[in-house]
């Protein structure tokens, strides 16, 4: 509800004799006009427009009419400027659901209404007339057309000349055969509320067959039927526009590709693409893939929202980390050092325990460091330290060696025959400082300018990197060389790499770019979009758009594809296990032996040496 601070008062016309003339008494026609206003537009906020050609008792009647009102009003001169009063108007006034405009005039009020912006277009318009000619052409004018309840007050005479004129009530009903219809004369009692007044004026579409602006090549959205012939579409669309067309009774046309191979972006002044047809009026309306944004809402209607999704980034997944590293992924690095260091100290303390001895139980470091490897072996220590205190001493390290072996071998299984992958890039932030490029179809889509222009530094950073490529073809294969992250609408992109080429070692980044909301464009004040609008939300709300989109990917990805994405890069744990399996073991052996030859020449070169200084 507008304040009533939002008040403006037009410059009205100033009518001379107004205040000396003897006031009259209304005739039926302008009681009529209080019994719409006190009636089923009390406490509605309105904005009044007073021809300046009217009478002036019947200007000085109109004007009394809003005293005491318990609403906000604004009052408008249709002799003043159209365009000039639009500009300074909010657009809360110009197209609010809770505003109702009413205009009474005796002359022809079109020269003020066709000067008004595009923005104008409210959603109640009651035309009140005083002239004794009929108006119900108005009802049919372009300039009125966007409007979703329009109404048409005027003076009506009945069968019989010598009859009082009533007040007849008129409305236009663009998919009936008769275009304007009486909904009957004023009556108090028959019209208590605003939408008694105001019928709905589309409540079927008579088997209207809408010409779409469409592209079929909108996977699962929109696109060519696989049982059906050239130009029928399929997808989540068309189950959408079914569900509706059934209940509203009108038949639908699509394109199957624009004329300039555009999406559909403002460039160079005016729009391309899908979005072009349907600004230039070529088309009604479009249904591919489109987010709200503020730049199309100022040139379209855009319907509620269906769906939330963002564009989608798929990259080639890292290589699998090399499989002789395998017996060292149990334990992370950390683990490792304090393994190590733990030792040397266990050991340290062992030997110092065995010098304090009498009688020293191993006999220095040489025989202490393989007694206690023992234990993290699991081999049998063959005797055990005489003195209590240092049998307890060994009884505690054994037991930490029982534990630790217990848990490398129980995590050892499962890195034996499951590949180890290092982390993916998941978010904007990491790929933005990730040595990847993106590429991207140049096909007129937002993003690309988006990028460039971004305030955001990663998203920037993005836009920097970006190659545009002129087919699909050019702009995945740098993806597939996995030198480059692909940018795509995410349910798109899923179908696009997954199926057409086949990637399977490639997946979806966790975050998307630029989420939006998706809807359906419409021309300019469509009068009649409010009914789609009520279709696609019992559509939403009933889960039936959630449902459509998971069936109509899984035709192309199968059933349970997530599952089976997750478990994709996974070995079965009950396979044999392989030389490739087992080659760190192998390794290790082979460093072990390595080792031990690198001793034993050490001890044959000391040997020498001594039996040199004894010669």
Known sequence: MLLSSLLLLGVL???????????????????????????????????????????????????????GRNASYVLVDLGSDGALWSEEQPLELLRGAFMVHVVVFQNDPRP?????????????????????ETKSNLLLEDTFKGIERLLLVEKTYLASSTSKPVSGIFSSFPFEERMIRSIGSWSSARFTVREDLFVDRFKSFRNYEFQLGTWFDDFPYLHQSKTKPEGYGDGVEVEMLDAMSRVLDFKYNFTTEPPDLKWGAFENGSWTGMLGMVHRKEKNFTVNYFVITGERVDAFDASVSYWMEGFGMSMLSPPSLPKWRGAYYPFTSSVWLSLAVTFVLVLIIMTVQDILQPEPFLGGVGSTWPYLLRAMFNSSIPRLPKAQWQRLFVGSWWLYCFIVTTAYTA????????PVFPARIQT??????SDYRVSMFDYGEFVPGALKSSRDPHYRAL????????????SVHPMLQGTHAYIESYSYNRILIFVD???????????????????WYFQKNTAWKYKFDHGIRRLVESGLIAHWIKVKTEDFLG??????????????LNQALSLDHLQGVFFILAMSWAAGVLVFAGEVLRHRCLLQELD
């Open 13 to 67: 016309s100033f009518v001379p004799g107004s205040g000396a003339q003897k006031r009259r008494t209304p005739d039926s026609h302008l009681e009529s006009l209080r019994g719409i206003v006190e009636g089923p537009l009390a406490g509605w906020n309105a904005v009044f427009y007073l021809d300046p050609s009217l009478e002036a008792h019947v200007w000085e009647y109109a004007r009394g009419l809003l005293v």
């Open 112 to 132: 003020f209404f066709e000067a008004v912006s595009l923005q104008w277009n409210p959603q109640y318009l009651l035309f009140f007339s005083v002239s004794n």
């Open 411 to 418: 995590n050892l299984i499962a890195f034996l025959t499951i």
């Open 428 to 433: 904007v932030q990491q790929l933005a400082e």
């Open 463 to 474: 836009g920097e990197k970006l190659d545009l490529f002129p087919t699909y073809d050019g």
């Open 501 to 519: 080429y086949e990637a399977d070692n490639s997946y979806m980044l966790r975050e998307q770019l630029y989420p939006g909301h998706l809807c």
């Open 559 to 572: 059933r349970d594809f997530e599952r089976r994405q997750q478990l994709r890069d996974k070995e079965r």
